[in-house]
Every structure is written in structure tokens, then in C-alpha cells.
């Protein structure tokens, strides 16, 4: 049985090597795109947040004139979930909705735009500090993960443009 797993595991390995799959991150220009990417996110907490997971996921290089400037507006919201009989939030389910222009610096034209989401839940407390530890937690884990949304979608963009 092991061995003809090992067998199977070979000749898949072997018929892959030859398909001609290229990395996303292996195609010409993309990284080098995504590091010269200009955050411009709105003020406060949750912009702040994004903006810096998108710079660290773009790892930007800040030695070099941007070539896109990305333009963010952010939308927020909160759902009181798991109401206790005393019609207290046990939970909260938190919406953050990224919308992104990319614009080109050299024309000034939007050429990609898209709209992220994500929904997450995190536990409210009764101690008021530890409510608000939570719900900041919850912001940057959303922020986290929409700036790895938006940087797979743009790595994905660029590298469909660098192949035409």
C-alpha cells in the first residue's frame, strides 16, 4: 500500500515538473509592482491597521518614487450576536469592507478597483477594559486579513497584466 502511494506521489511529481507552472510571485514585475504601492487609507484606528499589513504585504520600498497610489475607503460595522436573557451581547460579529482604487501615478488613471470583506466574531466581556482589548483585536485582525485579500488580488492582476 506504501508503496504504491510513493509510486503515485512520484509520477504526480514528475508530471507536474513539466506543466509549466509559474509562482505568482516568480512572474516579472509583480513584486517589484507591489512594492512601489503608495497606501493612502483614511484616519483613524482601522486605516492606520490597514495601511501598515498592506506596506508589510507589499513590503514596500520606500527608496523609490511610487509608481500606484492605492486609494482605500473603509466601511465598518458591528453586530451584537449571542444576546444573554438580560439583552446583553455575549459576542459581536465585526464587517470591515475594504473599497481600493489602484491609480496609476504617471497617468493618474484607475486601473484596478475592488472591494474586499471580511466578517469575523469575537467575545465581549462585562469588564469594560477587556471589551475594548477584544474589539480592537478584532479590528486588526480584519485589517490583517483584507490587506492579505487585497495583496493577492493585486499580485494575481499584475501578473495576468506582466503576461499581456
Not at 42 to 60: C, M, N, S, W
Not at 92 to 110: C, D, H, K, M, P
Not at 116 to 143: G, W
Request: hydrophobic share 45%; proline share 4%.
Amino acid at each position: 500500500m506504501r508503496k504504491a502511494l510513493a509510486l503515485c506521489l512520484i509520477l504526480a511529481a514528475g508530471a507536474l515538473s513539466g506543466c509549466g507552472l509559474t509562482p505568482l510571485y516568480g512572474t516579472p514585475g509583480v513584486v517589484s509592482n507591489l512594492a512601489s504601492i503608495d497606501v493612502v487609507a483614511p484616519e483613524g484606528r482601522t486605516g492606520y491597521l490597514i495601511r501598515q499589513h498592506l506596506d508589510d504585504a507589499f513590503a514596500k520600498n520606500h527608496g523609490v518614487t511610487p509608481a500606484w497610489r492605492m486609494n482605500l475607503q473603509l466601511n465598518e460595522a458591528r453586530y451584537p450576536r449571542g444576546v444573554r436573557i438580560d439583552n446583553v451581547a455575549t459576542r459581536y460579529e465585526y464587517v470591515l469592507t475594504a473599497n481600493y482604487a489602484l491609480v496609476s501615478t504617471a497617468s493618474g488613471v484607475a486601473e484596478k478597483a475592488g472591494s474586499v470583506r471580511v466578517e469575523l466574531t469575537y467575545d465581549s466581556a462585562d469588564q469594560p477594559y477587556a471589551s475594548i482589548a477584544a474589539q480592537q483585536d478584532a479590528q486588526d485582525r480584519a485589517a490583517e486579513e483584507a490587506a492579505r485579500r487585497i495583496q493577492l488580488e493585486l499580485a494575481a492582476w499584475l501578473a495576468d497584466r506582466a503576461k499581456s
